[in-house]
């Protein structure tokens, strides 16, 4: 079974400034790891997928995360927030060898200020 | 119309009435999901279909009712709720495959059981 832990449920950011979300998992097996983001009142938007090869990976709207497998990290970047950026971010994983059945982190609410 | 797409995008019931909620996928996906979203908690994941087989049923009480009567279409029947069951309901698709491993969002149906 996986489990996903993100550490802050909220990130509180000014406009233009760095921002990093933390993600820790837990597996007993390989996996696919994944960032996802909710606006108010919409579904989930895929940013990023970590599969497999570099362990960086470049996703939507400038964000980037990095996988560290000795660490069961995925920590989700962006070097210059907008307002816009303003929204629940989810970490996800699922099994290599399963139906994509996705596992969930409790979400970290990314509040970015003028 | 391409995605994902959930009907209706809001609900409001009584305890006693019986409702559905409809989702369908225009993505050729052969695997469909249901996530319960309620406030300060983590997605839930309620039922997994693939190929129209329930494959996963998380414990989810029997006042929900899935049917998948085919790929493209997932419903899920309402009936005796509780207030509790307040929440935004969530469809997903995916592709069971090497490599296909992410997971399409609907926008939800916010439901409110008073």
């Known amino acids: 079974a996986q489990s996903v832990t993100q550490l802050d449920s909220q990130v509180p950011v000014f406009e233009e400034a760095p921002v990093e979300l933390r993600c820790n998992y837990s597996?007993?097996?390989?996996?696919?790891l994944f960032w996802y983001v909710q606006y108010p009142n919409q579904g989930l938007q895929l940013l990023l997928k970590y599969l497999s090869g570099s362990t960086l990976v470049k996703g939507i709207n400038g964000f980037e995360a990095e996988f560290n497998k000795s660490q069961t990290s995925f920590h989700l970047r962006k070097p210059s927030v907008h307002i816009s950026d303003t929204a629940e971010y989810f970490c996800a994983v699922s099994d290599r060898g399963g139906y994509n059945k996705l596992i969930f982190g409790a979400g970290t609410r990314l509040a970015v200020h003028p | 119309e391409t995605g994902v797409t959930q009907t209706p995008r809001h609900l409001v019931m009584g305890m006693t009435n019986k409702k559905s909620l409809k989702c369908e996928q225009h993505?050729?996906?052969?695997?469909m999901y249901w996530y319960k979203q309620s406030a300060k908690k983590p997605l839930e994941l309620m039922f997994v279909y693939n190929f129209k087989e329930q494959t996963e049923n998380n414990s989810v009480p029997s006042r929900f009712s899935p049917e998948c009567p085919n790929s493209s279409h997932l419903f899920l029947h309402l009936h005796t709720l509780q207030p509790e069951d307040s929440a935004l309901y969530l469809c997903?698709?995916?592709?069971?495959?090497?490599?296909?491993?992410?997971?399409?969002f609907g926008q939800g149906t916010r439901l409110t059981v008073v």
């Open positions: 597996s007993s097996v390989s996996v696919y």
């Open positions: 993505l050729g996906h052969n695997a």
């Open positions: 997903a698709s995916s592709q069971k495959g090497q490599g296909n491993t992410e997971a399409f």
